[in-house]
């Protein structure tokens, strides 16, 4: 597998980030989670855990995709898109 | 009172990209918006309008035609607007664009306070508010971070280097704001409705009474080089045990003369 | 309380397209984009099958932005280390009216956009639709920031992801199955580096698809399309199988992968990647449809799940631009009537089964099943690649009858599925 750091590939688009976070997650229902598939769905690595194993969500980098959402097997996320004029602005499309 | 706010159009920084080739921005396609000192400005012209009698004209000059920052004026709290547009703004420099605004400034008359950024979101020369005020042989204050209207005066605070000083001028006075004198609300979407259907004047130079020629002359700075630093990396990878590649890493740090012994 | 005739959220295609049809009818309508500007949240595979909405604004099209017509199509089935590539060209493509275009979505829904708005709509962009003003499940507004706007009707056009259609009551929860993510680079390259390297003139372009090993195995394929002065290169992975998956492969690894693969190397060489983007598409096609209108509301494009992946063909932009059409000439009819009810704008509807729109996911219902089939993206690429490495290579060996080979090839345990899936194929 290539190694792909995905920092890079963000850095490619413009992010204007909000003061708070559009994606929130029920930490418990997370806690009891086996799959953590928002681990790895996601192409933007919004997701990660640290090491007590408790998830962590970065939304400044978040493409506001959706995949989180759909995949999450829990329903743990609460997703909403961010404020108006704030999040990823794409140029190309 | 009437309120004149000066605002400029400039490109969206966030959306900037650089020409890895020639290390210059690549400024085609690139939105523009109004800048973010604006937004204090038109933030601190409307809180002084909710405290006292007061009428917001906001002004704005550039090419192309700056509707977009005239309309985000008027969301923000000005009651009215005047606009100029022309190529020939593309590439004015300060004193020209301090000669138009104070041109402006005059024929839209009577006015108290004349509010401006301490230097604007992209040139950032911090020219322009002493300019106007010296065209138009008006006191200025410069770098408020507080402001208050005291009967016929201003009193403002200052914020210099390693001390804030309070300073007093009479009306009409022309202020620059900086960054920290106010939190600039999010205008509703109603006020963004309501924008659009307040009086809107687009002047043209011949309106102001001023000629192409005059302004020709203050073509006068040339941009010779507009480019990021080179940046060059080495990209020595470590790959040693943890203890070794700290002890590598420290003495390639200080051959480079990064650190010291 | 500020009021207007009609609301519509999202500047995308279908948004645009209905706000455009209203304001030509002259009826009051605000576009309300989340966005710094219309297209700033959209991302395109990209490309829109032309003749299907060519009639609905003819007087757009000729000034439209779009990329480059497709004039060759390419479908590669990709092994580990080989592939093998059907390529298909048309002169009738070099005709106008052209059959199909690249676009991108930021690009195309700026010019759009502004179209609309000379058209006399208001396009209001930064600010989000937070919710809807609702009244015994009547929609009468929406909700932005705390202000409200009430409006005798919204059309929902926000997207795959709609929570307009949520809060109005007309849609549930998306199953992974239903959907997939599409991850893209766009890779810029001189006009002319792209019309050499694909062989092009002038505003020519290609649509190519990959299948095969490069999804390991999930449904999901591959996308590269010509756009005038840059390159869209992605995949498309089923969600599902992304869940499932053990793979602990992220998205964009594979995307690396798939940007490395010799076939695509030399055709992306010394291009700089220049924006890098994903979104969900619906893959369900009708089954996945949400409830269409309600009192005060219609739901368009994207967000009532209007794309569709039909095998060879994946759709979505036309359908988008035509619903929204369709949307807005029902509004048009309930305000004849001045009645906005969900009976009324039933007529949305049925204007929709009369169209290709409605024709099309209908006659590929089956087609998600059809194509949800672990085969499609791996063994049969691999058996296409295996069968033509024997074909083609001549080894040490003495070389065998030509059906010796593929009989034998044929002969394995997949020739039955072979022969099943490809009468389901066929059926699709």
Redesign the interface.
């Known amino acids: ?4 750091n ?1 920092k890079d ?2 850095a ?5 980030p909000a003061k708070e976070s559009h994606l929130k997650l029920n930490q418990e229902l997370c806690r009891g989670c086996k ?1 953590r ?1 928002c681990l ?6 919004v997701y990660t855990m640290d090491e007590q194993s408790e998830i962590h969500i970065e939304f400044e980098a978040c ?5 989180c ?3 999450c ?1 829990h ?1 743990a996320i609460q ?7 704030f ?7 | 009172m009437r309120i004149v706010v000066c605002a400029k159009q400039v490109v969206d920084l ?2 900037i990209r650089m020409n890895r080739e020639t290390r210059e921005p690549i400024l085609s ?1 690139i939105p523009l918006i109004i800048g973010d000192i604006e937004k204090n400005v038109l933030e601190e012209a409307t809180r002084i309008k909710e405290q006292h009698k007061a009428e917001v004209i906001a002004l704005s000059i550039g090419w192309p035609q700056p509707d977009g920052t005239i309309l985000e004026c008027l969301g923000r709290g000005a009651d009215r607007a005047v606009m100029l547009a022309d190529p020939i703004f593309e590439t004015l420099s300060s004193t020209g664009v301090a000669t138009v605004l104070a041109k402006a400034i005059e024929k839209i008359g009577d006015y108290a306070l004349i509010l401006l950024g301490e230097g604007s979101t992209d040139n950032n020369s911090g020219q322009v508010g002493p300019m106007v005020a010296q065209i138009l042989g008006l006191p200025l204050v410069s770098y408020a971070r507080q402001l208050e209207i005291v009967e016929d005066k201003v009193r403002i605070v200052k914020g210099l280097e390693d001390c804030f000083e309070t300073a007093e001028a009479s009306l009409p006075v022309v202020v620059t704001v900086s960054a920290e004198i106010n939190e600039p609300r ?1 205008p509703t979407i109603l006020d963004v409705m309501e924008a659009s259907s307040k009086p809107q004047e687009s002047w043209s130079l011949g309106d102001i009474e001023i000629s192409r020629e005059e302004l020709e002359q203050h073509h006068s700075v040339k941009v010779l080089s507009n480019q990021y630093p080179e940046q060059t990396r080495k990209n020595i990878l470590f790959q040693e045990e943890l203890g070794k590649s700290v002890d590598s890493l420290l003495q390639n740090l200080v051959k480079e003369g990064v650190l010291e012994r | 309380m500020t009021k207007v005739t009609s609301i519509v959220v999202g500047a995308g295609l279908a948004g645009l397209s209905a706000a455009y049809s209203l304001a030509r009818d002259s009826i009051d309508v605000l576009v309300v984009e ?4 219309p ?6 595979g990209g490309r829109m099958y032309f003749l299907p909405i060519r009639s609905l604004f003819p007087e757009l099209w000729d000034e439209a932005p779009w990329e480059r017509h497709i004039v060759r199509e390419v479908l590669t089935g990709v092994s580990k280390c080989s592939s093998l590539s059907i390529e298909f060209s048309n002169q009738k493509y070099n005709n106008k009216p052209y059959h199909s275009f690249t676009i ?6 700026k010019w759009f956009a502004q179209k609309v708005a000379e058209k006399g709509a208001r396009v209001i ?4 639709v937070d919710d809807l003003i609702l009244d015994n499940g009547k929609v009468k507004g929406i909700v ?2 705390g202000a409200q706007i009430e409006a005798d009707v919204v059309i929902a056009a926000d997207g ?2 709609s ?1 307009i259609a949520e809060k109005a009551g007309l849609r549930g ?4 199955q239903d ?1 997939a ?1 599409g ?1 893209k ?2 890779i810029a390259l001189s006009p002319q580096t792209i019309e050499g390297r694909f062989r092009l003139k002038a505003d020519e372009g290609i649509a190519q698809l990959f299948v095969g090993s490069l999804t390991k195995g999930m449904l999901g394929a591959g996308f590269l399309y010509t ?1 005038r002065d ?1 390159i ?1 290169l992605g995949l498309v992975l089923g ?1 599902k199988d ?2 499932d998956c053990h793979l ?6 594979l995307l ?2 798939f940007k ?1 693969r010799p076939e695509i190397v030399p055709l992306i060489n010394g291009g700089e ?8 598409l619906s893959e369900s096609g009708i089954k996945g449809m949400p409830k269409l209108f309600g009192d005060g509301i219609l739901v368009a494009g994207d967000a009532a799940g209007m794309a569709m992946n039909m095998g060879l063909t994946v759709r979505g932009m036309e359908f988008a631009i035509a619903s929204g059409a369709l949307a807005a000439e029902a509004v048009r009819m309930a305000k004849k009537q001045n009645d906005f009810s969900a009976g009324a704008l039933s007529k949305y509807q049925d204007l929709l089964k009369e169209s290709f729109v409605w024709k099309d996911l209908n006659t590929f219902r089956h087609a998600p099943d059809v194509l949800a089939n672990p085969r499609l993206f791996g063994e049969y690429p691999q058996l296409a690649c295996t069968m033509m490495e024997k074909l083609m290579t001549v080894g040490e060996e003495p070389k065998k009858k030509l059906s010796t080979t593929i009989s034998k090839e044929l002969r394995s345990r997949l020739a039955l599925s072979l022969l099943r899936d490809s009468f389901r194929f066929w059926r699709m």
């Open positions: 597998m290539v190694e792909v995905i590939k963000l490619l688009d413009t992010f204007k799959v598939c790895f769905v996601c192409p933007a690595r493409l506001e995709c959706g995949t959402l759909i995949a097997p329903n997703w909403n898109y961010p404020q108006g004029g999040g990823v602005q794409f140029r190309y499309g | 966030a959306q396609g999010i | 989340r966005g710094d500007y297209g700033a949240k959209n991302i395109t991108l979505g930021s690009r195309f829904n962009n930064k600010y989000k932005v920031g795959t992801m929570q929860k998306r199953e992974p959907f993510l991850v680079e766009v756009n840059c869209s969600i992304l869940t602990n492969v992220m998205p964009y690894e690396e992968e490395l990647s220049v924006e890098y983007s994903a979104h969900v």
